[in-house]
């Protein structure tokens, strides 16, 4: 599989797979384009002639101080109210949009990416992610005539500042951890990515019993993913092991996605969480649809472990959003790719990597079985990832590079899988290959590798 681009879905040019993102200070990421941003949204979402409403929330970057203020001058501009709720994860600004009947939501983040990137999310009034033809409709107001259609000055939006957030969010997020379960007993060490999350993680865990070690909540601005979080937990499975605790927990830096270490400081992925949420869920019967949606970046492990429980696995689209669309279009009520992102719209609309954990801690609480040993559902294919960096045209439109795609994976055949795509966020091809054996998976990879760097060279 080699798509560049997925068929039938509108080109964007400002929107990748996951909001608009870059480095600060310059376009698209800028306080102009914001602005531009915050007016083409406002008008777009600007229906009808009741009070508009957006809630804007942020991650801990410096430049966070930027984008806030010209977004926000922006929907003002067009009429709407901003509604500020400062640093708090991605999932409680969908969470707010909907309880504060707001009809935009707004995530200022660039999620795992260092300080110096960061970037902009956007949801509906249902707290959804914005669909492809919505963001690409916003584009086009961006790159129009703006200034006719903002606001008179009677009309200009106000701003405020909501106090309670945080506290609105740590309880849903304790509601979602079953009714008559503690975590008492449970010592786990929380890495919060120097992030969103940094307060009201550590909050959640210690209401619901645990003995709490929080690392990675002194974020400056700068040290966001730096080191930490789920994208480098490292440091917390040595922490894991120093203080003997039972989990260890790393979101990233806006903590819609979660990874785990065991009691040893293994590290557990996305896929594993699914497979251990799924099979307590469908033990409880609270699994719908019999179907688990994850991206094409997931372990054949995985579908093969659904399948001998009587589940089937949906793949989409790499993105939360098109897992998201997938589970709503089927039914199932589980979902999330292999980096972490686990959506359950039982308790919210994206990836909610807090949540995602209390789901996991809920079976060690019933269960009493260490960490290494309920989070080993299903054991792997060898899998590996290979980044190459491009510059001009993607290499995956060459026909020899096509040709040779198709080859392997009819050699492959159902004994592994082959995933080829350029990145929705820098000009990047991601070469994934799987395969029951290492060797051939090597060998693999190494032809196809070759074959690209050769194109990217020729360039």
């Known amino acids: 599989m080699s798509p560049d681009s997925l068929p039938g879905l509108p080109r964007r040019k400002l929107f990748g797979t996951d ?25 777009f979402f600007n229906r009808g002639t009741h009070r508009h409403r957006v809630v804007i929330g942020k991650d801990t970057r410096l430049s966070g101080y930027m984008l806030e203020p010209a977004l926000t001058a922006g929907f003002v501009s067009a009429g709407m109210d901003v509604v500020l709720v400062g640093p708090l994860p991605t999932p409680a600004i969908a969470l707010l949009t909907r309880s504060l009947r707001a009809d935009l939501g707004v995530m200022v983040s660039a999620s795992h990416n260092p300080y110096e990137d960061n970037g902009i999310k956007l949801f509906g009034p249902d707290g959804l992610k914005l669909s492809d033809s919505q963001e690409a409709e916003i584009e086009e107001l961006m ?3 703006l200034a006719s259609s903002l606001v008179g000055s009677a009309r200009l939006g106000r701003a405020s500042r909501l106090d309670d957030a945080p506290g609105r969010y740590i309880e849903a997020a304790k509601a979602s951890f079953p009714r008559g379960l503690t975590l008492e007993g449970l010592r786990i060490v929380v890495d919060c990515a120097n992030g969103a999350a940094y307060k009201v993680a550590p909050t959640v865990l210690w209401e619901l019993g645990a003995e709490v070690v929080p690392i990675g909540v002194a974020p400056d601005g700068f040290n966001i993913n730096k080191g930490c979080g789920s994208t480098a937990p490292g440091r917390l499975g040595e922490v894991v092991q ?9 979101l990233d830096g806006d903590a819609d996605r979660v990874v785990l270490v065991d009691e040893r400081g293994q590290v557990v992925d996305g896929d594993q969480i699914l497979a251990l949420i799924a099979d307590s869920w469908q033990r409880d019967g609270r699994m719908k649809s019999d179907c688990v949606v994850a991206t094409v ?36 009520n589980l979902g999330g790719e292999q980096s972490g992102h686990v959506i359950m719209s039982d308790f919210g609309t994206t990836g909610d ?11 060690l609480a019933a269960e009493g079985k ?21 510059a001009g045209a993607s290499p995956l439109r060459d026909p020899e590079v096509q040709r040779l795609i198709a080859d392997e994976e009819q050699a492959l055949g159902d004994k592994g899988r082959i995933l080829i795509r350029a990145s929705g966020t820098e000009p990047v091809i991601r070469v994934m290959a799987e395969a029951e054996d290492e060797a051939r998976l090597n060998a693999v990879l190494d032809r196809l590798c070759g074959a690209i760097r050769l194109k990217v060279g020729a360039a």
């Open 297 to 332: 970046m997931s372990n054949m492990g995985l579908e093969r472990f659904l399948k001998a429980r009587g589940m089937n696995l949906q793949r989409t689209a790499v993105g939360d959003r098109y897992v998201g669309e997938r589970m709503r279009e089927t039914g199932c």
């Open 242 to 250: 120093e203080r003997r605790a039972d989990l260890g927990i790393a």
């Open 143 to 145: 790159a129009g005539d």
């Open 19 to 43: 909001g608009i993102r870059g480095t600060a200070n310059k376009a698209p990421m800028d306080a102009a384009t914001a602005l531009r941003l915050g007016q083409a949204a406002g008008r």
């Open 353 to 363: 990597g807090l949540v995602a954990a209390l789901q996991v801690l809920a079976v």
């Open 370 to 390: 260490p960490a290494s040993e309920a989070l080993r559902r299903f054991e792997p294919l060898p899998q590996k990832l290979v980044n190459i960096r491009f």
